[in-house]
């Protein structure tokens, strides 16, 4: 993925992004997005059902100790999605006084529910 998202896109790639010494180079990175047509290959619905089966058998792998769950790509971020649409997405306390300071600059007001900073 990194020679598609990098090398293909003309962006930086390993060490060319920087060193531990150096440090990054930041406005270098490349991206990659791709779709598939899973049809095209296998019927979706068994599809879903083996990859379903994948990730079952991931979940039920020995863990090392200490480690309460195994996730699979995209399960935390998925989790994340979930618990910030349920909760609200938090913000630190640096990015609640922007928003405040640029509110009051514009003349408008912050909700009362606002979180002050």
Same mark, same amino acid.
Request: charged share 25%; net charge neutral; no cysteine.
């Given at each position: 993925?990194?020679?598609?998202?990098?090398?293909?896109?003309?962006?930086?790639?390993?060490? @060319?992004?920087?060193?531990?010494? @150096?440090?990054?180079?930041?406005?270098?990175?490349?991206?990659?997005?791709?779709? =598939?047509? =899973?049809?095209?290959?296998?019927?979706?619905?068994?599809?879903?059902?083996?990859?379903?089966?994948?990730?079952?058998?991931?979940?039920?792998?020995?863990?090392?100790?200490?480690? @309460?769950?195994?996730?699979?790509?995209?399960? =935390?971020?998925?989790?994340?999605?979930?618990?910030?649409?349920?909760?609200?997405?938090?913000?630190?306390?640096?990015?609640?006084?922007?928003?405040?300071?640029?509110?009051?600059?514009?003349?408008?007001?912050?909700?009362?529910?606002?979180?002050?900073?």
């Amino acid at each position: 993925m990194g020679l598609l998202s990098a090398v293909l896109a003309g962006a930086s790639y390993g060490t @060319e992004l920087g060193s531990v010494t @150096e440090g990054p180079r930041p406005g270098q990175d490349g991206h990659f997005l791709g779709a =598939i047509r =899973i049809a095209a290959f296998e019927d979706p619905e068994r599809f879903k059902r083996r990859i379903d089966t994948v990730v079952r058998e991931i979940h039920a792998s020995r863990r090392a100790e200490g480690v @309460e769950r195994i996730y699979v790509s995209g399960e =935390i971020e998925a989790e994340t999605e979930r618990r910030y649409r349920r909760e609200g997405i938090p913000l630190n306390a640096a990015t609640l006084e922007g928003v405040a300071k640029a509110a009051a600059k514009l003349g408008a007001g912050l909700p009362a529910a606002f979180p002050s900073a």
